[in-house]
């Protein structure tokens, strides 16, 4: 791989941290609400000039800005070294042009809240970490800007924290995140340990890439699968997803950016950054895809039922992961990747869009009290219908071609997960139609006091809905299908980094073969047609219970009693971790509080200062005062010195 | 001549009284008086070696010591008037003020 050194690279990360330092110094709602923005933009801008320089140069190429020496032990060397690939590309991209979409919005959105610089501050703060992340030349600094956004996520959940349940999500969130970070360090101490046994004293990817082929496949698998448990963390799988519906109690711009488009996959980016760790552990690969499933699905059963518009975009989220980490673990990293962007379009899109809703409507959040928004609303009811339509995976819009990459290989892999997939598309297309008509059409079902106020949304958060429709329709185009017009741009750039893992019929090459996989060339075309099925299945069914025939839902629930009531409530899995999990680390550290702490700490270092005080109580009895007293220790004390000279 | 043995023997025996006298007697003047007991006792060592070594170096301190007993006595003695004036008590144990 050639390396190209260029110091535009820290530029990208420094215009945020200007950004965090402009916005702590000066707290002013009218400066920070134009400086946060502006330093994202220049980010992008930045990242575009970089990129355009990555472009120029042979495919495989890769820019590196050493930055200073951080850490140097023996013969281990960290340092903060920033590189951009064209995996980092992507990413980068993604984060600063969807960051700077979002920051615009905020604008708009967080106008009249009381705490506006401490927002932006924690926005930007964020943005240093994502990019630091994604740029990252070794694994300490990923996991710098892992820890970073984990953090910045806990502050902007709880953002709002006077109200005890949002610093509650937020502490939920940071604890559970916590949990996935404890593997990733585990996994991270493994693999550097499992280098130096065979001498190499490093933890640059490259370098890891170069001398990953030492280490034995047992010791490889135990490192893959404690990384992707910290991957289920911070990217919501199963079973550490639990955080992320409760983080909606944060302002929906921050879900936009932390919880869809940005952090939520660093997961994601970590596996496709380390692929050539897990092709040597095809166990570990086949739990990312197994998982991966699992989770699409499971999500996407309990979003049907959810009543919050935010909820249903958040298990909406979890469930659109599980596609990434199914496409990672059948070795289509590229269509990982691809997934990552659209989605990162169009749920961000979806978020923004609720957050105008939500805006419109005073704060109403209950899709059982909306309805009928289409008129007084037209920008956020056009740019929403863009967003879903994406997300249920309709040609030609985004999600469709991203979807479809991966359920192609998928199928190669094994026909099952090929239709775990295909029933979550169907169920995703329901879901996200059903949340669509519940909000924008038929009658009113708002109070009245909050129907007199409904209005669209100010032009900083229509502009970026607008782009964000934009990229939702036609950002898909740039990984069409082999034989279309110019094939798989997309994953043809990411190539020489993802090494054979793009979408297409000649799967051969692709590390992923599992098992069933008898059928070479799969009969593409009907994949794609069972595809647009399921979504069209999907939207005709919401189309069905929703606006023609609402009455068939009563009867539905009637046959399926209970049905709705397990889905709404996720299957109990919160209340199930509250009982196995959360209550007993809660006595233990009651009894650490109550009673380690005061009866056997406290107790050791009071006992130390009660017995130096007991040894003093005793010595001072000697200063009685009495002259004749220490006279006679004078005595006694020469007496002494003579006896031990005259004594032979 | 005299053996300076005993006069050795003397000057430990009125050391040894004076030594006493400090450690027991309440009375303050009486303490000082043991004190210059065993001032004197120490000069009567000393001239006891000076006239056996044939030196006057001996004879020398005792003259250094007389000095400073008379000294002393003065500014001990103004102490203990200052004492007393306050107290009202002259003897030791009832002015044992720096105590725990």
Known sequence: METTADSIVRWIVIWPLLGVLGNLLIPRRSFVRLWAPAMVGLAFVTALVAVWRLWMLPPGAVLVDHVYRWMAVGNLHVNVDLSVDALSAVMVLVVTGVGCLIHVYSTGYMAEDRDVARYFTYLNLFTLSMLLLVLADNLPLLFVGWEGVGLCSYLLIGFWYEKTENASAGKKAFVVNRIGDACFLLGLFALFWGLGAQGTWTVAFRDIEASAAGLSPGLATVICLLLFAGATGKSAQLPLYVWLPDAMAGPTPVSALIHAATMVTAGVYLVARLHFLYAMAPVALEVVAIVGAATALLAATIAVAQTDIKRVLAYSTVSQLGYMFIACGVGAYASAIFHLMTHAFFKALLFLGAGSVIHGMGGEQDLRRMGGLQVRMPTTFVTMLAGCLAIAGVPPFAGFFSKDQILLRAYEWHPALWLAGVLGAGLTAYYMFRMFFLTFTGPSRATASVREHIHESPPSMRLPLVALAALAVVGGLVGLPEHWLWGDAFGAFLAPVLAGGHGGAAGAHSTGMGPGAAHGHAPEALLMLASVAAAGAGIGAAYLLYIRRPAERARLRARFPGLEQLLSHAYYVDELYEALIVRPVAALAGFAARVLDPRVIDACVNGLAQLTAALGGGWRRLQTGNVQHYALSLLLGAAAIVAYYAVP | ?100
């Open chain 2, 1 to 100: 001549m005299v053996p300076t043995g005993y006069y050795v023997i003397l000057a430990a025996a009125l050391f040894a009284v004076g030594a006493l006298g400090v450690l027991i007697r309440r009375n303050l003047i009486v303490i000082f008086m043991a004190i210059e007991l065993m001032l004197n006792a120490v000069n009567l060592a000393f001239v006891a070696f000076a006239r056996q070594l044939g030196s006057s170096d001996g004879h020398v301190f005792v003259l250094f010591v007389m000095t400073v007993a008379a000294a002393e006595a003065a500014v001990g003695l103004a102490i203990i008037i200052a004492v007393v004036r306050n107290r009202e008590s002259i003897f030791a144990d009832q002015n044992a003020l720096l105590r725990w």
